[in-house]
C-alpha cells in the first residue's frame, strides 16, 4: 500500500478501519519494533492520529510497548488471530499427521494455503538435521516455484492461474521455471498424479514434494510439503507419505467435530 | 466484555476502534464462524454499524466470508498477527529447543506467555503416545494450576502476584492447590529452585514440570513446560532436560541478531 502523506493539519479521508490496518501493516519481519514517528512516517498518517490510535490499540493489548517507549504487535491481536480458520485452526488439525510425517522422513514439513495469488505458510515442523528451511509463519511466497503452490496453483479458480501465469515468474535458481507453458503443463501433471515435486526452483540444494488437502466439498483448502536437501532421496519415493498424510488432514477435517472441548493445559 | 446494547437508532459513543475490536472479539473457539446477525447480537453494535465494519474487513482479509454468507478471522489477521514478538516471534527462536525437548522426552512440549493474570499458550508439541493435551494455542488459562503459570507467577511483579493471589483460586481437582499461602511458599520455592512442578492440578491424570525463559536485562519473559502423565516418570527427574532447553531459548532470544534473513520456502 503506498503512503498517502497527510499535509500538516491535511484530512485523511480513508476510514477509521483503513487508517488502523494501515498503521498496523507497517510492522515487518524485519521491523517488528517501531516508535512512534516510524509508524508515523512509514504509515503516512498524521502524527496525531497515529498517537491517538497507538494509545487506543496499546489500551487493548493489540499493541504493546516496551520500556524504550518502542511498539510491536501484541498479544491481543495474536489471540484473536489464533481462532483463523484457515490458519492456527487449520493448524491444530494438521499437527499430528504433519508429525507424523517428520517422524517417518525426518525432513522439514510444511502446510500452506493460498491467499490471493500467493502461498502463506501457516505451519512447519523443522529437522535440525534437515536442509535449512527459512520459511516465517504468515509470510508469503509466489506459488510458481514452491511445491505447496503448485498444488494450491493446480487446484486454484482458472482466473487465478491465469493471472499468476501471466504476470512474470520471478527466478529464483537456474532451475526455476519461468516459461508459463511449461509451468502450465506441470500443473495439470500435478491435477492427475495428485502431487507435486519442485526441484531445486528455491534453492539449489533443496526440492519439495507436495500434496493437497481436500474440505468438505472437495476442494484444495490447504496443501502439505517435505523439503528435503537435493539428492538424499529419490523424490518421488516419499509421495505416498506426503499424499497420506494430507489425506489425513483431509478427513480429520471434514470428520464431525467431537463434543472434547475440554481444555487441559498445563 | 458485557453487551453494550445501542437501542434502535441509538448512538455508540465507543471510538471506532473500540467497536471493531469489539466485533473482532465476538469470534471465539466455540464460535469461529458466525452471521451478521450474530455478530451484531453478540457484539452488542448496531446491525447497521456491523454491517459496515464488516464489509470494511472483508475488503482487508481481515475477516473473510464463507459461501453460506458467515464470517470468520481472516488469514490477514494471522499474517500482521504472526509478527507479534511475544507470540509467534518467541515461537520461532524456541522451536528449535521444544524440539529437542521433545526428542528426548517424547512428551507434551508447551511454551507460554503472561497476558496480565494468566497464561497465553504460544506453542505446543504435541505426543501422540503422551498424555491428552488440549491447550489452544492464543488460549489462556489461570496461572496458579499449571506449570507455566507456577514459573510466570513466581516471577511476576508483586503487584501482579498480590492481584491473581486476593482472587479465589479456582478448583480443577482434588490436587489443585487453593490456599494462597500454600501458592505462595511453592512460588518461593520455583524461584529458588529454577523450575516448578505442578502435581494434577488441572486433570488428575497429567502433572508438568516448567522453568522460566530469560530476555536479555535477567527477566522472565516465557515459560517452557513438559506435561507428562502421573506415574509415568519422576517429574524432578525431567527438571535439567527442561531447564536446559530454557535455557538454550533464553540464550537464543538474546544473542545478537544474525543476517540470516533469506527466505527459503519450498
Redesign the interface.
Known amino acids: 500500500m503506498p503512503p498517502n502523506k497527510e499535509g500538516a493539519g491535511g484530512r485523511d479521508d480513508r476510514?477509521?478501519?483503513?487508517k488502523?490496518?494501515t498503521l498496523?501493516?507497517v510492522?515487518?519481519?524485519?521491523r517488528?519494533?517501531l516508535t512512534l514517528s516510524e509508524i508515523a512516517h512509514r504509515s503516512g498518517l498524521a502524527v496525531t492520529t497515529v498517537h491517538r490510535?497507538v494509545g487506543?490499540?496499546v489500551e487493548?493489548?493489540?499493541l504493546?510497548r516496551d520500556s524504550d517507549r518502542r511498539y510491536?504487535?501484541?498479544?491481543?491481536?495474536?489471540?484473536?488471530?489464533?481462532?483463523?480458520?484457515?490458519?492456527?485452526?487449520l493448524?491444530?488439525v494438521a499437527?499430528?499427521y504433519m508429525?507424523?510425517l517428520y517422524e517417518v522422513t525426518r525432513e522439514n514439513v510444511?502446510l500452506g494455503?493460498r491467499?490471493e495469488d500467493e502461498?502463506?505458510?501457516?505451519e512447519r515442523?523443522?529437522?535440525?538435521a534437515s536442509v535449512?528451511?527459512?520459511?516465517?509463519?504468515?509470510?508469503?511466497?509466489p506459488m510458481p516455484?514452491?511445491?505447496?503452490g503448485l498444488v494450491l496453483l493446480a487446484h486454484a479458480p482458472s482466473e487465478v492461474r491465469q493471472r499468476v501465469l501471466e504476470a512474470p515468474l520471478r527466478r529464483f535458481t537456474p532451475h526455476t521455471l519461468t516459461d508459463p507453458e511449461r509451468v502450465r503443463s506441470v500443473l495439470s501433471d500435478v491435477r492427475r498424479d495428485g502431487f507435486a515435486i519442485?526441484d531445486r526452483?528455491?534453492?539449489s540444494d533443496?526440492?519439495?514434494v507436495a500434496a493437497p488437502v481436500f474440505g468438505g466439498s472437495g476442494e484444495v483448502v490447504a496443501a502439505l510439503?517435505v523439503?528435503l536437501r537435493f539428492g538424499s532421496v529419490r523424490p518421488s519415493s516419499l509421495a505416498p507419505a506426503v499424499r497420506m498424510a494430507a489425506r489425513g488432514i483431509s478427513r480429520a477435517l471434514t470428520a464431525p467435530v467431537t463434543s472434547?472441548?475440554?481444555?487441559?493445559?498445563?
Do not use: W
Not at 510492522?27 to 524485519?30: C, L, V, Y
Not at 510491536?72 to 488471530?81: D, H, N, P, Q, V
Open positions: 476510514s477509521v478501519t483503513g488502523l490496518f498496523l501493516s510492522f515487518s519481519p524485519r517488528t519494533v490510535l487506543e490499540l487493548r493489548g493489540i504493546e510491536r504487535i501484541g498479544l491481543a491481536l495474536f489471540e484473536i488471530a489464533a481462532l483463523a480458520p484457515r490458519g492456527p485452526g493448524r491444530e499437527l499430528p508429525e507424523d510444511q494455503v491467499a502461498v502463506v505458510f501457516v515442523i523443522a529437522g535440525r535449512g528451511v527459512r520459511t516465517r509463519l504468515g509470510g508469503r511466497f516455484p514452491t511445491g505447496l519442485s526452483q528455491v534453492t533443496a526440492l519439495s510439503s523439503v472434547s472441548e475440554t481444555t487441559r493445559p498445563d
